[in-house]
């Protein structure tokens, strides 16, 4: 038999099977409502809009589907997300500012591989998307937390901890921020934030990492300006994805940054993916194209407005008055705070045994916290989410007893 | 104006866009022929298939592509592959032994990640595949060169290698091999030595990763049985790839291993990509199922034969004597070697300003070795091969005089 365990890597000793793993595997014969991933709303999948794609699409452009494409993306995709970020005050030119990625989190690694060094100060929200966490993780960098409140990352501790940073000697290299309601918590950043940020940039001399996947979803209003479409100094790489606008199966991100900062991502590139898949960079372009994109977006922003307040109405009526959250203005997302003390990691055995899943918020912190949790309201049905959110309201009334 | 350069990683820096990528840019009005990277066969593509797959798929297979995948891939697809690689003589449970990846490069980087320390001695060939080098630099091994003859890895210099380094108490992590026309060099390893490899693997404990995109591609007889069909210990891990046999934009991989070693890298995967495309994985499931893939290998392996023997016609008619080559008996390559301090780096500038293109040697070799060059027969019709070939050999009979 083989010791398995002695050809790991320091860093691949890390990645034994987490806690989602483990618990949520499906059991047969019971049903679990999952609260859990940022999956898409089944029924507003664009099916009927990519089948036809297909259909209408020529030899040629099978021809160019099914070969291998150039690392940076399709050239027609590229066009089109240059035209679609211009839409929100973005300019990037498609012919050296942009990278199409396998999904948003393909362009964090990118990122956490070419900027990352063991020890940088990565100065990262508290709490912050999970997955960003990680991939950054296998760099070794060290964390600086920034809170975030209701009005989005805290600038002013922000600027407390870079002024610290720099009496120490010290150097913050990057800024990892998620804007736009923001995962796991939704919060949106205001305008006076996002340019005290980028003035602290400046000021401090780090690179910002903009990830925004969820400002599309926006229940009241157009999609706040990005940081990189405000930005003039390029020092803002940003992200984006289909995931969660469009379609997650398509596995469609993209990056932009300067060009010389795309240069070297794409070499990276080479040793990860070497290129983008053919069949959903076709469709991406198409999507686009016929305004199938500029369609989808509000068409599932109204399914998820309903949902979330679905949800919220079930919590209001069902929950104890000890859990506190916030009224999401657009995403995917609940994010609950409970009393100091409460371990939410404990509380999901219990809730998957009730049939009821979601993320415990420790997955969000560098550092552990526990008394979080956060709900997905885009994948179940309204119909689950009242069951769902019922049978953890009457969990937590016995805990919180 | 940004100082870029201060914010990259160590890593980051070896990124700069390297020889490829800024020789062989499309000049306008220029033709360039390239017998550069493994492309496929434009006309073989099964274009009509993968259409029709499109056409008949039920508005539940829609749904299925577009939503978010399991981290290790399509259920449909895992069983798949594990029935084909059962035609090959390799066991792997589709449940939990095999990950669907973004072709085989991402399996590399996987491996690369969960699998390689700094300073960890990894054994490889003398030349090997260029981008399993680069994956491999990312977590900086020392490398091991095992030099490549006409049977493949010289198993007897790979005992001595393995001797001298358990007697300096050092000891070899892993070994990184292409048995079946391996990249660049089109051997093929005959089955006495697999044996021995497999061996050595269990007297000097170190694990086995091998990548088989060209085994299918054979020439002469059925495919030789992969390393993985033969090991009864759990220490090969084994990857293979579409982007060789049937289309490189699918981006379809996978890798098999161990489940524990694969428990590693699904949560590795998901800092990297999440999931695979949709699309793509419904599309192969298909192209297995409708007996597609089965079809495609001989039918592209009959078109590489042909191309082949064009190239190797048209090399001994206008090349000089003091290159040398071998028949490749399968694969998309043909390996040359130059007499001893010739510079394939320095040719293949003046090879592009007369329109031919080709693969500098030096890229796959740990150490720099400058007096060979690759070429592609797969992707150019028989008449720029024809063409190309006297062009590049009139350019070394004038450099070699």
Chains 1, 2 share one sequence.
Request: contains cysteine.
């Amino acid at each position: 038999m083989l010791d398995d365990k002695k050809f790991y890597s320091k860093l691949g000793t890390t990645y034994a099977p987490g806690i989602m793993n483990s618990i949520l595997l499906p059991k047969p014969g019971t049903k679990l409502i999952r609260f859990t991933g940022g999956s898409y709303d089944v029924p507003s999948l664009p099916t009927a809009e990519v089948k036809r794609i297909f259909e209408d699409a020529s030899p040629a452009a099978w021809a160019e589907m099914l070969q291998y494409g150039g690392t940076a993306g399709m050239p027609s995709l590229l066009n089109e997300l240059s035209k679609f970020m211009a839409g929100h005050k973005i300019n990037a030119d498609p012919g050296k500012e942009i990278i199409v990625t396998t999904g948003s989190q393909e362009a964090i690694d990118l990122v956490s591989r070419v900027f990352i060094d063991k020890g940088d100060q990565i100065l990262v929200g508290a709490p912050t998307y999970l997955q960003a966490l990680s991939a950054f993780r296998a760099q070794y960098p060290k964390f600086v937390d920034i809170p975030i409140d209701s009005e989005g990352m805290d600038t002013q501790v922000l600027e407390e901890k870079l002024k610290k940073l720099k009496a120490s000697g010290k150097r913050a290299k990057m800024l990892y921020i998620i804007p736009s309601f923001q995962n796991p918590d939704s919060s949106l950043m205001t305008m006076e934030r996002r340019k005290q940020v980028l003035e602290l940039a400046e000021k401090y001399d780090f690179i910002i990492f903009e990830d925004n996947p969820y400002g599309y979803i926006s229940f009241e209003g157009p999609m706040p300006t990005p940081l990189a479409g405000i930005d003039k100094s390029g020092r803002v790489m940003y992200t984006s994805t289909f995931s969660k606008m469009v379609s997650p199966g398509m596995r469609i991100g993209w990056i932009t940054a300067n060009p010389d900062f795309t240069g070297h991502m794409i070499e990276a590139k080479n040793n990860i993916s070497i290129c983008n898949d053919g069949l959903s960079q076709y469709a991406a372009t198409e999507l686009f194209r016929r305004g199938d994109v500029e369609r989808q977006i509000p068409k599932v922003t109204k399914v998820y407005r309903k949902k979330r307040d679905v949800m919220l109405e079930a919590m209001e009526t069902s929950w104890p008055r000890k859990a506190k959250w916030e009224e999401p203005k657009g995403g995917l997302f609940l994010w609950v705070k409970l009393p100091r003390g409460f371990d939410t990691d404990a509380l999901l055995k219990d809730s998957v045994a009730k049939g009821v899943a979601f993320v415990p918020g420790s997955l969000f912190f560098s550092k552990p916290v526990h008394n979080y949790l956060r709900l997905n309201y885009s994948l179940p049905s309204e119909e689950d989410i009242v069951t769902g959110i019922q049978a953890l309201g009457r969990l937590l009334k016995e805990k919180l007893k």
